[in-house]
């Protein structure tokens, strides 16, 4: 069985609804570990005014018995509590009297789903498009990621992310090793392993908000302790570097993704951007390995192999001196820190609307705007930390078969002792 989820909800309906497939049974489930990264993705600094209305929390409504994953699907919701504003704007039955302000949407924004869903779905209301378009929807996949997240918090994977560039305001180093990462606090609003820029960032995001503008980044999201061996170089799909841009891809607003330091290698000579492999004990990581020595541009490597990946009776083992290819050599993972950066393009609802054309009218107007984010960015840092756990938790349900955990446990043990011999 595989990991899979699905989510429903429009953004002003009655809730979000999930379905989560693939969880072995007898997983115990930390309901507030899933209601803090719900918190968190609300927190991220430059939210607009519907983070004061919304407090995301979730409800099981079955798949759950006495604080355990039955192994069967699991469905969850997350009320919307901006519905009551919005219920008969949302109402799903027909309406025999219109509401004295039906809230149509007729002029797209540009840069958002509205025209081209309209045209597609033949929506005479634009509403019907932005209403499922909107990344109110990230916080199903939140939720679902936290689930994701306690699967792979049994097998010691911990999964981190920070926010490496605000508009024009960048980290630098850009490149911080996960002690780094981890050290920042998971309650921020923004992220952010460099105090400085992160004032800069707090600072730029409230000047766009003057200008009525809005503002892009970079977040970048790093998994440690991975076991080598997910996903698989033998067919297209099975490419787990495929798997992560496509969930990265899916989120609202990211247009590119990167895994390791895959932009700048595409100018550098492969002298300069493959890590050499060793065979000697794994050298101690220190913290202030962050900066990556300029010419070779590489990445230090935060965690050493997999103990697993130890000769039998060895203390040596296979190593890298460098991570630049983010933890995944032909779509397999090879031990090393998962790192995937997802680029955002700036929210498209703009206080200071760009040109468009009313799809009645054809005439020239602004295009629509309601009330949005400044910037998404700190939290597309939480989605990007759910979307590589959903990822990743389906490696390993494929890799590791079984149908309870403890099962699924002695599959990696076994897995892990063919590892070793290695
Ligand atoms: C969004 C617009 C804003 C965001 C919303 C996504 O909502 P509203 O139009 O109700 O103010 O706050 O994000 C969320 C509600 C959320 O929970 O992330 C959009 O148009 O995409």
Redesign the pocket.
Known sequence: MFFKFTTSGE??GKALVSIVEGLPAGLPIDVEAINHDLWR??QGYG?????KI?S?TIEFLSGVRHGKTLGSPIALKIENR?FVHWQEVMSDTELEVQPKNPRLVKRPRPG?ADLAGGQKFQARDLRDI?ER????E??SRVACGALAKQLLNVFGVEIRSHVVRLGRISVTPEHRSWEEIAAISTDTQLACADPSAKKEMIAHIDEAKENGDTLGGIFEVVAKNVVVGLGSHTSWYEKLDGRIAQAFMSI?AVKAVEIGTGVANAGLPGSEVHDEIFWSKPEPVEADQSEPPASAGGQPVGTANSPAANAAGSDKRFVRKTNRAGGLEGGITNGEELRVRGYLKP?S?LKKPLHSVDIDTKQDSPAAF????VT?VP?AGVIGEAMLAIVLANSFREKLGGDSIDEMSRNLDSYQNSLASY
């Not at 378009?133 to 109110?136: I, L, P, T």
């Not at 309601?370 to 984010?373: A, C, K, N, V």
């Open positions: 953004s002003h993705r609300q939210r607009g005014g519907r983070m919304e995301d901006d958002h932005l378009a909107s990344a109110r990230t916080a609202q929210i609802t309601e009330r949005s984010d998404a939290a």
